[in-house]
């Protein structure tokens, strides 16, 4: 896509935003128990994720609204599709089944058979959720450093490590898994696991907020791995396999996760109107101020999400978006909490519910220190600011 359509987003947009709107009750029942989620399959939203994220190719009936025909392949549309779920609710949003980041790796390091294998799995009819498994409990930040070994074994590899963080592993049917072949940052590979395997374990880890997002941990004990199961193994030099997939990922998917953030931002930000719709002075500028900082920097991700659809943009705008949306969250549920009064926090589950998890937002696809280090190579470079 070279310039964004406005008349397919604004119809995307407006579609999304009138299925999203019954999320709010049913995203607290999963907030309680994040299993509900079985329970509500059958909604439009659940069909639109996993049209809006599967290659049209592979779908019977792709998503289409107003003669338009729409799927993962522009950022853009990805990142105002999820923000309008995230505004209706972002656990329920990331607890349905679908390609999400695994697909984005496939799509990225695949090679044909690969990916008609991956999405003719995840688009037939039925539930089939999928993981991408980067973090370990040793490496998080860090995670070019990552320990989870591929090693020779006859015509294949064994997979032995652990995994931590990673979203819906303990429910999913297949995942990408990023591991070393060999020292360094190019000795890593991407694999592409089906949770059946003998020797793969995932259990779900009790969070606090986010909790739709069912992280689990993994771990793989002798897994069998064969060479098909490699990402990109038979078409893609090792230099630009396991790591680079795992860095496209990320960085496609950072404006659909600041999207995400703002989605959430919009949803506190309208409850304190209806909550308190007669705010004034000090009170009313800082609700005000909060508006204002979310159209801007909506404004922002959406520049940035079509310069990545352009193939323009740096790791540093992309990062600055990222974080700012996760700060922009955090400040928003802290100063919903002081306007609606003392107490709100207790009496008022979605506020409760929005304040718990607004704060996931900070670590997901790397903190915030991490993103401020890609900005600030952005500003000495001068790619930042231009
Ligand atoms: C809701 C949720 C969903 C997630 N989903 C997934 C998923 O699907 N798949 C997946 O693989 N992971 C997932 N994650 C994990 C997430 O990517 C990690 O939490 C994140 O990368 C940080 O890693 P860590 O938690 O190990 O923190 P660490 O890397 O241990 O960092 C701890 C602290 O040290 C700081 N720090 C680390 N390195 C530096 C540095 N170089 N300079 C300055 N400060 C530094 C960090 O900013 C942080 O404050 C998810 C996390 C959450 C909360």
């Not at 792709?62 to 338009?68: A, E």
């Not at 949770?195 to 009790?206: C, K, M, V």
């Not at 999207?259 to 500028?285: F, W, Y």
Request: glycine share 10%.
């Amino acid at each position: 896509m070279s310039e964004p359509d406005p008349h397919r987003t604004a119809a995307l947009r407006s579609h999304i935003r009138e299925s999203a709107g019954e999320l709010r009750g049913i995203g607290l029942e999963i907030d309680r128990d994040p299993e509900a989620i079985d329970r509500w399959l059958h909604l439009p939203v659940v069909d639109i994720m996993r049209k809006a994220t599967v290659p049209v190719e592979y779908l019977e009936r792709p998503l289409r609204i107003d003669g338009h025909t729409y799927d993962m392949s522009s950022c853009l549309e990805h990142s105002i599709a999820i923000e309008e779920l995230s505004y209706g609710d972002a656990g329920f949003m990331l607890a349905c089944p679908g390609p999400l980041m695994s697909g984005v790796a496939v799509a990225a390091l695949g090679d044909d058979k690969q990916r008609q294998a991956y999405y003719e799995r995840v688009a037939a009819p039925g539930s089939t959720w999928t993981f991408f498994g980067l973090t370990e409990p040793e490496k998080g930040s860090a995670a070019a450093e990552l320990e989870t070994a591929l090693t020779p074994d006859g015509d294949g590899f064994r997979l032995n490590g652990a995994k931590r963080y990673v979203g819906n592993a303990a429910f999913a049917q297949l995942g990408v898994v990023f591991c070393r072949r060999a020292p360094g940052p190019l000795g890593i590979e991407a694999v592409l696991l089906d949770t059946t395997a003998p020797g793969l374990r995932a259990e779900l880890i009790p969070t606090v907020g986010l909790r739709g997002a069912r992280i689990s941990a993994i771990r793989f004990e002798d897994v069998r791995v064969e060479r098909e199961q490699i990402l990109g193994y038979e078409t893609l030099k090792p230099s630009r396999r396991g790591l680079v997939g795992a860095i496209r990922t990320l960085q496609r998917f950072r404006p659909v996760l600041a999207g995400t953030a703002l989605g959430l931002v919009r949803a506190v930000l309208d409850h304190v109107r209806e909550e308190r719709p007669g705010l004034t002075g000090t009170d009313r500028l800082r609700l005000e101020e909060l508006v204002d900082a979310l159209a801007a920097l909506r404004h922002r991700n959406y520049e940035v999400a079509a310069a990545i659809d352009a193939g323009r943009t740096g790791a540093d705008r992309i990062a600055g978006v990222k974080t700012r949306a996760a700060e922009l969250a955090e400040r928003s549920t802290l100063a919903a909490a002081e306007l609606l009064g003392p107490g709100a926090l207790l009496a008022d589950p979605l506020l409760d519910k929005l304040y718990r998890d607004a704060r996931a937002f900070e670590f997901m696809e790397g903190t915030g220190h991490i993103q401020r280090l890609a900005v600030f190579q952005g500003v000495l470079k001068g790619t930042f600011l231009r």
